[in-house]
């Protein structure tokens, strides 16, 4: 008997769109079936079950985008598209966030419920896609032309998929058995004429009765975009309202310092200078840097607009080809064979280096630029003539390959497969514009001018040659000609090396899957799915020496590297109860359970259940429960050291919220009564969180448990007999994770020690004599905790064809009713953080989209609807709630309106086979508000905003 391709009716016209169920054929309909329109189908696999069969229906909340709905919209990543879903998160990392560094700089995620995209797994045609050692997948390494499909799973699915699948699980699904030719090109650029992007795809396949080739070639480039080019982000960390917020007395200007507190000299003590004492000096316009009365006091408007030297948006460059060749091996075995090669160039800039002698060693008593001889001399000199640059190079190498088939016990049919996945990802990450700190002591070192009357590192009696060092004068201002000039090239080479990252990360697993049905029950089969995988994970990040070494003014880091394994069977049941009476057309029960085995930390188990009842042929309820984990990840465990420049109020300032400035604590760590907190060239705070002027320094942890969660959703699905073509549905969500690995803060850890009075809390505090944090060490721990809750609506209508063309309505929205986040008092009492309608976390998404088609023309529509959100107060700024009081604490809030964004394209079938398509995205040019926490974003605006009109062409042609 011949099983190749077994099929029983479907109900398509009661598969509600809203429900999107995803239709994986076991094995692709026949070319003769495609030519001669027939619309039966194949045994379905849902997204988020193993058990196949024609009747499957989802019991959980699914989207699904057809490659059509993808190319209505102006979008050319397949992230960008899935972060315009109402039910995404805030960025992981946004191209706007200019200032963010490490290995996973770059990178394209998605972020499910606002539950971090480390929290959603993605998946590439049911495989794992390869992950960073820190856990994000990169959503970039799939071409656009291969894509046929995505779908997202918006609810817990450990049970079925294990790690990470936490939040919900993206499925992307490419293109198979496909014959002719297809090439598209894009073209586009936003209206300030900036973000110029290029995209050009061909994909080629051909088939025959037994199996198919298709081939999938892309090239993607798009130009970086300046913040100086944009008003929220030109004028410093604040706004066009308030220019010169924020701007750094670390300037292009250079400045030295007289007088200064000598090192080590504690107020009181000889030598000490009160902070409003101290004076900076800039070198007048025409004067001799080395002669000290041409120099006069420093003032704010010689402060530096690091701003302008920035990226708001970083460059992308893609390469991508994938391939997929499946061969029915016999009619009941077919091999399938998915292979990928993308690389992936990303290009950030950031201002040159704030400089400053006090960190790294001042200019020598000797040198022949000191305007103070005899004496070393203190400065600050922002590295304006190099800005600091990185350039990211990712190459993914993957290949998945699987036998699958069927076979048939009485008169059951069964669906088996067998696969294999290596999925490697090899980054490279180059760095320039940090400053040599081995370079920078010889630099400005002892110096002399010799008998040509060049400086020259070294004395006249113990010369070094020019070739082995350049003397450098930091305080000749940008732009001024002159010897020990930075804008020296050959000084340049000097002081400026190149800086190489590389890194490795490997994913190598085995799955053996087995889905049939057991026996017929009064109401159905019993469905049973079975399967085993292994798996290994491998990661090794290697920063370059300088970093390890710490001798350079770039963030210290060390090596990344560690590997664990696992094995894993599941279970899962379809139980079908009842079917065809009264209330109940369809009662069916859901149940599964996943048993993990770790290397590194040990077992776990999470199961699920679901149900779907429908009490009539037009309405389907349905619920899950659900547990779900996520493993540690190799950053987690075995990262190395790293550092950043971390935002903290410190308690023993006096500018601080319920300040303890003098208590015990405070004045046996040395600080000063009335001291104020030291920022960014060691000027006082005026902002709260204020930026530290000197590196803190974190790491891994090696004791960690992975993150336990459960997740619970209900729904009403609704296709109203008597109106054809709509759809409605309903959904409630709650997800509760606890274990949550979390950075310990820095404010916990200060909170602790100065005004909790933990000793042990204190050990990795440095203090200097003016009593600033200069090194604090923290780690990552279990202790974070978060509860979420809200609801899914979602509205589909595709109304009756009429000689005016073919509308189609879809209008979908997400309700944020909670999200609580697990912190904690001044008092160091646990408390629960609400942080619905804070910047990120919107209380409604909603997307309204609208299409029409009339022959070979048609227009599609969305808007973007973000609900308005709130901030923290910060001095001199607007309040709108002032006396607002948070979690038994005074939490002033800054409100602001909602916002919505409208795209528009225009489409049209040309005779030649072709589809050319003109449209915008923000087509009225909308600008989100000003924030100034700056959320997922190194400006005052929100980085998942748009940030202009962005005007494209689409050209497609087939073959």
């Known amino acids: 008997m011949n099983h190749r391709n077994p099929r029983s009716a479907v109900r398509v016209g009661l598969l509600p769109a809203a429900v999107a169920i995803a239709l994986t054929p076991a094995f692709a309909a026949s ?45 050319t990543s397949v992230a960008d598209i899935l972060q315009n879903l109402t039910s995404a998160g805030s960025p992981a990392i946004s191209r706007s966030e200019a200032l963010a560094s490490g290995e996973d700089v770059g990178g394209y995620y998605i972020d499910i419920r606002n539950l971090g995209a480390q929290r959603t797994l993605i998946l590439l045609n049911g495989k794992r896609l390869g992950a960073t050692t820190s856990g994000y997948q990169d959503l970039s390494q799939i071409p656009m032309s291969a894509i046929d499909r995505v779908e997202v799973l918006k609810d817990g699915a450990s049970a079925i998929y294990g790690s990470d699948a936490i939040a919900g699980v993206v499925n992307v699904i490419t293109r198979k058995r496909f014959d002719g030719a297809e090439a598209q090109a894009y073209v586009g650029q936003y209206g300030e004429g900036d973000g110029e992007t290029q995209q050009y795809s061909f994909t080629a396949g051909s088939t025959n009765d037994r199996g198919g080739v298709t081939l999938s070639v892309e090239y993607y480039k798009q130009e970086p975009v300046f913040a100086k080019d944009r008003a929220f982000s030109a004028f410093g960390n604040a706004g066009p309202n308030y220019p010169g917020s924020g701007w750094s007395p670390v300037s292009q200007n250079g400045s030295f310092c007289d007088p200064c507190t000598a090192r080590g ?5 000889p030598g000490y200078v009160a902070p409003a004492d101290v004076r900076w000096w800039t070198l007048r316009e025409g004067g001799d840097p080395t002669n000290r009365a041409d120099y006069r006091l420093h003032t704010a408007a010689d402060n530096a607009n690091a701003n302008q030297q920035m990226l708001l948006s970083t460059g992308v460059e893609r390469r991508s080809v994938f391939a997929n060749a499946n061969y029915d091996i016999t009619d009941n075995i077919t091999f399938n064979a998915d292979v990928l090669y993308n690389k992936r160039t990303t290009d950030q800039q950031i201002a040159g280096y704030p400089f400053q002698s006090a960190n790294f060693g001042d200019m020598s008593a000797d040198s022949a630029f000191n305007p103070t001889p005899g004496t070393d001399l203190e400065f600050r000199r922002r590295l304006w003539e190099v800005p600091r640059t990185t350039r990211s190079d990712l190459e993914t190498y993957r290949f998945a390959g699987t036998f699958s088939g069927i076979f048939e016990i009485g008169s059951k ?34 110096s002399f001018i ?65 889905a049939g049905s057991l026996f017929e029950m009064p109401a159905g089969d019993l469905g049973i799915a079975v399967g085993y995988e292994h798996r290994k994970e491998q990661g090794r990040f290697v920063p370059d020496a300088f970093a ?28 079908p109860v009842l079917a065809d009476m009264p209330f109940a057309k369809e009662l069916t029960f859901n149940v599964a359970g996943r048993y993990s085995d770790y290397s590194n930390f040990g077992d776990t188990f999470n199961g699920k259940f679901g149900f779907t009842w429908r009490p009539m042929e037009e309405l389907l309820v349905r619920g899950t429960w659900a547990e779900g984990f996520r493993a540690p990840t190799i950053s987690d465990l ?133 009593g600033h944090i200069t090194n604090l060490f923290y780690s990552f721990t279990n202790l974070g905790q978060l509860e979420t809750e809200g609801y899914d609506l979602g509205v589909k209508y595709r109304l009756p064809e009429t000689s005016f063309g073919q509308f189609n309505v879809d209008w ?98 040309a005779p030649w086979n072709a589809t050319i398509a003109v449209g915008a995205n923000n087509v009225f040019d909308k600008v989100g508000p000003i924030l100034f926490t700056a959320p997922d974003s190194s400006f005052p605006y929100y980085g998942g905003f748009d940030i202009g009109r962005f005007v494209y062409m689409k050209y497609q042609q087939r073959f």
């Open 413 to 446: 049919i069964w669906d088996w497969d067998v696969g294999a996945l290596i999925n490697r990802n090899n980054v490279t990450k180059t760095g320039h514009g940090d400053m040599s700190l081995i370079a920078s002591r010889q630099a400005l070192g002892p």
């Open 812 to 909: 979908q929205t997400s309700y944020v009713s909670k999200y609580d986040e697990l912190g904690q008092n001044s008092a160091g009492e646990n408390i629960t953080i609400g942080l619905v309608g804070e910047e990120g976390v919107f209380r409604v998404r909603s997307n309204l989209g609208l299409t029409w088609q009339l022959n070979e023309f048609g227009v599609s529509y969305m808007a973007r609807y973000y609900s308005g959100v709130s901030e923290a107060c910060v001095p001199n700024r607007p309040c709108s709630e002032p006396d607002r009081y948070q979690n038994g604490e005074g939490a002033a809030r800054q409100k602001t309106g909602s916002n919505t964004f409208h795209d528009l394209q225009f489409n049209w079938q």
């Open 31 to 75: 070319a003769q079936e495609q030519a001669d329109g027939t619309t039966t189908l194949d045994r379905l696999e849902v997204t988020g079950s193993r058990i196949r069969g024609a009747n499957m229906e989802t019991q959980q909340p699914i989207i699904s985008l057809s490659r059509q709905d993808i190319e209505k919209q102006g979008f």
């Open 450 to 514: 010799n008998a040509d009357g060049v400086a020259q590192c070294g004395s006249a009696a113990s010369p070094i040659p020019l070739a082995n060092c350049r003397p450098w004068n930091p305080l000749l201002p940008n732009g001024v000609a002159g010897q020990g000039s930075l804008s020296d090239p050959e000084l340049q080479k000097f002081l400026f090396p190149y800086f190489t990252d590389t890194g490795t990360t490997r994913t190598t697993s085995y799955t053996a899957n087995l």
């Open 548 to 575: 390890q070494s710490g001798e350079s003014t770039g963030l210290a880091a060390t090596t990344t590297e560690g590997s664990y394994s696992l094995d894993e069977v599941y279970l899962e049941l379809n139980i």
């Open 265 to 269: 000299v504690r107020e009181g003590e």
């Open 638 to 770: 075995y990262g190395g050291t790293g550092s950043s420049f971390e935002s903290y109020t410190d308690p023993c300032g006096t500018g601080a919220l319920n300040s303890v400035n003098g208590n015990a604590a405070c004045t046996g760590a040395g600080v000063p009564l009335g001291y104020v907190q030291l920022g960014q060239g060691l000027q006082p705070c005026t902002n709260y969180p204020c930026q530290t002027p000197d590196q803190f320094f974190s790491g891994s942890n090696p004791n960690l448990l992975p993150e336990t969660s459960k997740s619970k959703t209900a729904g009403l699905v609704w296709s109203p007999l008597w109106v054809q073509g709509l759809d409605i549905s309903l959904d409630w969500y709650n997800y509760k994770l606890t274990n949550m690995i979390i950075e310990d803060s820095v404010d916990r850890i200060l909170r602790d020690c100065y005004v909790l009075g933990n000793a042990e809390r204190c050990a990795g505090i440095e203090r200097a004599a003016d």
